[in-house]
């Protein structure tokens, strides 16, 4: 192949400039199933070290990998590493380097086109790039790529493609490799910066369709006199409450939990203590089917009103204690609920009252943790085989002893003794600042401000299924 057929792929430099350094030069092409045993093993070796930016290219498991040789005059001048991911239903590539003596010259782009049009099934592409050399965040861009993140001076970009024969856009590629990106522990810090970008965009979203649902304040609706009757640790710190002290449900939490424990063929989700709009709302917006039983009809009807001013058709909250409610016709493939915490919280009804068996409002914890553990186990007889509960709890303190409850803790013997495995323990973390303030008071108690909530994710069924069952991520 002349290069001077390829100048209308070349970005980095004028293509009469290109066509007036190669027009005497033949350029070719070698496909490898891997580099690793081959004789341009060493050259690659070699080169990917010299490069600095393909240094990666030199270790063994990218040796294994496919490869594209570029011969100029017959003379090794640069290579591609790059992989068809067949789960994961991703094309990978991985790194790109010219020698020296071909440097600039626009062959960069050449390779890249090379590269993707091994790409046969037309899978997305996933790249991670520096911007510092001619294999740029420019090159990319004019293949079609678009940058998904910015870690330090290294580009996450995606290409869309076609799985399944239905076509997928790079946003849809990029968005669970992104939110992993942000926390990809089991702690996760909704005080950082990307994490608060993207609740609040959730947020707005609410707040849009409370607007045009006409309920006030969507993102608690109907809560009345919630934490510490006083607006909570926000007013304790500024002297202002926030939300009058209710505690609001992360929608980016939502999110996470759907994208990442949801099977692949999973359709419909459960929460047997309803309570705001967030989860009911994320998953609606993701076209999942979604019941929650609430006891608490103004509850009921402002998340109602909410989801479908976004005309969510099939999300419901259901006037119902959980306790009671089990119905042998319907299955779920997630059970998401983040319950009351003891004492914490004052929910109440239109009239101003508690409503019948509002958690909050049982004498005692044991009488509080027995109703709550009864919506549990009719979730897990609703629950399919194969699939995960999530509850996101926290413990609260015995007002005469200062102890806690330990609800965590009882929560995950409880689901071990129905037999599901607890699979994850997740830390969330809250912001500190209002949390510290607090210490003040209660360090002569030798209390210290708890600052986090447990997300304890219990799998149901053969823990062996879940790589063939759950979408494959892919690359990072």
């Given at each position: 192949m002349r290069v001077n057929d390829q100048i209308n792929l070349f970005s980095t430099i004028d293509a009469e400039?290109?066509?007036?350094?190669?027009?005497?030069l033949n350029i070719d092409f070698k496909f490898l199933e891997q580099t690793k045993g081959s004789e341009y093993e060493q050259l690659v070796k070699d080169?990917?070290?010299?490069?600095?930016?393909?240094?990666?290219?030199?270790?063994?498991?990218?040796?294994?990998?496919?490869?594209?040789?570029?011969?100029?005059?017959?003379?090794?001048?640069?290579?591609?590493?790059?992989?068809?991911?067949?789960?994961?239903?991703?094309?990978?590539?991985?790194?790109?380097?010219?020698?020296?003596?071909?440097?600039?010259?626009?062959?960069?782009?050449?390779?890249?086109?090379?590269?993707?049009?091994?790409?046969?099934?037309?899978?997305?592409?996933?790249?991670?790039?520096?911007?510092?050399?001619?294999?740029?965040?420019?090159?990319?861009?004019?293949?079609?790529?678009?940058?998904?993140?910015?870690?330090g001076q290294v580009f996450y970009m995606t290409r869309g493609g076609?799985?399944?024969?239905?076509?997928?856009?790079?946003?849809?590629?990029?968005?669970?490799?992104?939110?992993?990106?942000?926390?990809?522990?089991?702690?996760?810090?909704s005080a950082k910066g990307e994490w608060r970008i993207e609740k609040q965009k959730w947020n707005e979203l609410i707040e849009n369709a409370g607007m045009l649902?006409?309920?006030?304040?969507?993102?608690?609706?109907?809560?009345?006199?919630?934490?510490?009757?006083d607006g909570g640790l926000a007013k304790f710190a500024t002297g202002e409450a926030l939300n009058d002290g209710a505690s609001v449900l992360d929608p980016f939490v939502c999110e996470l939990v759907l994208k990442l424990?949801?099977?692949?063929?999973?359709?419909?989700?459960?929460?047997?203590?309803?309570?705001g709009v967030q989860m009911g709302f994320v998953s609606g917006f993701y076209d999942y089917e979604y019941l929650a039983t609430e006891i608490r009809q103004n509850q009921c009807d402002a998340n109602n009103s909410i989801c479908k001013a976004y005309q969510m058709k099939n999300v419901n909250w259901l006037l119902y204690d959980s306790s009671t409610y089990y119905d042998e016709s319907k299955k779920f493939d997630m059970i998401f609920t983040c319950p009351p915490y003891y004492l914490v919280e004052d929910y109440r009804d239109y009239d101003g009252v508690k409503p019948d068996k509002e958690l909050n409002g049982l004498s005692s914890y044991d009488e509080f943790r027995e109703m709550l553990f009864k919506g549990y186990g009719n979730a897990i007889k609703m629950l399919n085989d194969n699939c995960f509960?999530?509850?996101?709890?926290?413990?609260?303190?015995?007002?005469?002893?200062g102890g806690y409850y330990c609800a965590e803790a009882e929560t995950e013997?409880?689901?071990?003794?129905?037999?599901?495995?607890?699979?994850?323990?997740?830390?969330?973390?809250?912001?500190?600042?209002?949390?510290?303030?607090?210490?003040?008071?209660?360090?002569?108690?030798?209390?210290?401000?708890?600052?986090?909530?447990?997300?304890?994710?219990?799998?149901?069924?053969?823990?062996?299924?879940?790589?063939?069952l759950y979408e494959d991520i892919g690359r990072l």
């Open positions: 400039e290109v066509k007036r350094r190669t027009e005497n080169l990917a070290i010299a490069d600095h930016y393909a240094r990666r290219a030199a270790r063994d498991k990218f040796q294994k990998k496919n490869s594209i040789i570029m011969l100029i005059d017959n003379e090794f001048s640069g290579f591609g590493i790059f992989e068809t991911d067949n789960r994961a239903k991703q094309f990978y590539v991985w790194q790109i380097a010219i020698t020296d003596k071909w440097k600039g010259n626009g062959l960069a782009k050449v390779i890249v086109e090379k590269m993707l049009n091994q790409n046969k099934k037309q899978m997305p592409a996933v790249v991670t790039v520096y911007d510092k050399n001619e294999v740029s965040l420019g090159l990319f861009k004019s293949c079609g790529f678009e940058v998904y993140q910015k870690k076609i799985v399944d024969g239905v076509e997928i856009k790079a946003n849809d590629v990029a968005r669970l490799k992104k939110l992993l990106g942000i926390n990809p522990t089991n702690i996760w810090n649902a006409e309920v006030s304040n969507p993102t608690y609706a109907s809560r009345e006199g919630c934490w510490q009757k424990f949801m099977p692949k063929n999973g359709k419909r989700i459960y929460n047997p203590f309803g309570g509960f999530a509850i996101m709890v926290g413990d609260s303190r015995d007002p005469k002893t013997v409880f689901l071990k003794q129905q037999g599901l495995h607890v699979y994850n323990r997740i830390v969330y973390l809250e912001t500190q600042f209002t949390r510290a303030m607090q210490t003040k008071s209660t360090i002569k108690s030798r209390k210290l401000p708890k600052c986090e909530q447990k997300i304890i994710l219990a799998y149901k069924g053969n823990t062996n299924n879940i790589q063939a």
